[in-house]
Nanobody, 124 residues
Framework: VQLQASGGGTVQPGGSLRLSCAAS????????MGWFRQAPGKERDFVAA????????HYADSVKGRFTISRDNAKNAVYLQMNSLKVEDAAVYYC??????????????????WGQGTQVTVSS
């Protein structure tokens, strides 16, 4: 099973990016999917998660109202629309499937595996 995150890049503060995560395997629609981020020298932090069915979401307070997570189970894909980006949003962003169908888990150990991340840089 593989995960491939993409869509990162460099934007100015206030800009937008849309991250995508493509997953292989037959069990994609059984598990919630999460996005995490990790800045240099810091721990991997929860950003957002979406339920297995896509009908419920959960966000870190720091991104609430600016980021939107969505998924397309037919395409085995999850997305993160990031608007009004701030310098402090800069990090490597990772997607991961949860052990659960609910999106209300925000610790890294509650997610099954990780793929390569995608770098987001926010700089003027």
């Amino acid at each position: 099973v593989q995960l491939q995150a993409s869509g990162g890049g460099t934007v100015q503060p206030g800009g937008s990016l849309r991250l995508s995560c493509a997953a292989s395997g037959r069990t994609f629609d059984r598990y919630a999917m999460g996005w995490f981020r990790q800045a240099p020298g810091k721990e991997r932090d929860f950003v957002a998660a979406i339920s297995a069915s896509g009908d419920s979401t959960h966000y870190a307070d720091s991104v609430k109202g600016r980021f939107t997570i969505s998924r397309d189970n037919a395409k085995n894909a999850v997305y993160l629309q990031m608007n009004s980006l701030k310098v402090e949003d800069a990090a490597v962003y990772y997607c991961a499937p949860s052990y659960y169908s609910s999106p209300y888990y925000k610790e890294a150990y509650q997610y099954r595996y990780w793929g390569q991340g995608t770098q987001v840089t926010v700089s003027s």
